[in-house]
C-alpha cells in the first residue's frame, strides 16, 4: 500500500453526505494502514474494521455500513455472509492484488461494485473511488479496464461473456430484456433496488457493454436467455 497525502476533512462534507466504511481485510497492518487513511478523508464520517466474519456479520446487521471495502482472498466468506441477509447491502469495494490482473481468474468470485490495486491504494485512490461508489459508479483501475477491452478483441470470444453469469444475473438480464425498471425488477426479485444495482453492473461487466440497452440486445443476438426463460416458465408452471 502507497503512502500518500489524504485529502483532509473540511466543514464543506455535511454529515449526511460522508460514508460509513468498514474493513473486511486478512492482513492486519494493511487493515491498520486503510483504517487510518479513511479516518482522514473528508467523504468518510465512520471507519471500522472486521477481522473476523463473525465480526464482519455484527458490524452489517447494526445497518451502519454504506461502502465495505475488501480483500480479493476473503471472496468466499464474504459472498457467505451477504447472500443470507436481507435489507439494504453496502457497496462493495474489492482490493485486487497486481497478479490478478495478469491470471486466468475470474473476476466474478464477489459481488463487486467497484476494484482498487491493492499496490496503488493511497488516500486519494480511495477518496476517489468512494466519490465514485458514492454516484453510482464503478470505479476501476486502467489496467483492468484494458484487460477487458483485450478480452472482447479475442478471437472467437465475441459472442460470449468474460465470465459466465450466475442464476440470479441471468434472471434480471431476462427482465432487462423485457425493458423492466431497477424497481420493477426489484419487486420481481424480491430484493432492493441497490441489490439490482449491482446485479445490472455485474451483467454489463461480464458482457462487456456500455449500458443495459447493448446488454440486452448482446444477450439476445448471443442467445444467452434461451435456458433461463424455459426455467423460468417451468417455475410458473409449478406454481
Do not use: Y
Amino acid at each position: 500500500m502507497k503512502h500518500g497525502t489524504s485529502p483532509a476533512k473540511t466543514p464543506a462534507m455535511a454529515e449526511q453526505d460522508a460514508l460509513r466504511v468498514s474493513l473486511f481485510v486478512e492482513d492486519e497492518l494493511l487493515r491498520k494502514g486503510l483504517r487510518k487513511q479513511l479516518s482522514e478523508l473528508a467523504i468518510v464520517r465512520l471507519a471500522q474494521s472486521c477481522a473476523t466474519l463473525a465480526e464482519l456479520s455484527r458490524v452489517l446487521s447494526q445497518g451502519q455500513t454504506d461502502v465495505l471495502v475488501v480483500s480479493g482472498s476473503r471472496s468466499a466468506a464474504l459472498r457467505a455472509c451477504l447472500s443470507g441477509r436481507s435489507g439494504p447491502t453496502p457497496r462493495v469495494l474489492v482490493l485486487l492484488d497486481e497478479s490478478r490482473l495478469t491470471s486466468a481468474t475470474p473476476l466474478d468470485t464477489l459481488p463487486a461494485d467497484g476494484f482498487l490495486l491493492r499496490e496503488e491504494v493511497t488516500g486519494q485512490t480511495l477518496d476517489r473511488a468512494l466519490a465514485q461508489l458514492a454516484r453510482n459508479e464503478m470505479p476501476m483501475p486502467l489496467r483492468l479496464g484494458r484487460r477487458l477491452v483485450a478480452a472482447l478483441q479475442e478471437p472467437g470470444r465475441d459472442r460470449f461473456p468474460l465470465s459466465p453469469l450466475t442464476e440470479r444475473e441471468r434472471e434480471t438480464l431476462v427482465h432487462l430484456t423485457e425493458g423492466l425498471s431497477n424497481k420493477q425488477i426489484a419487486r420481481r426479485l424480491g430484493i432492493s433496488d441497490h441489490g439490482v444495482k449491482r446485479l445490472v453492473g455485474n451483467i454489463l461487466l461480464k458482457l462487456g457493454t456500455p449500458n443495459r440497452t447493448a446488454a440486452a440486445v448482446f444477450a439476445l443476438e448471443a442467445g444467452l436467455l434461451t435456458a433461463p426463460r424455459c426455467g423460468a416458465a417451468a417455475r410458473g408452471e409449478r406454481r
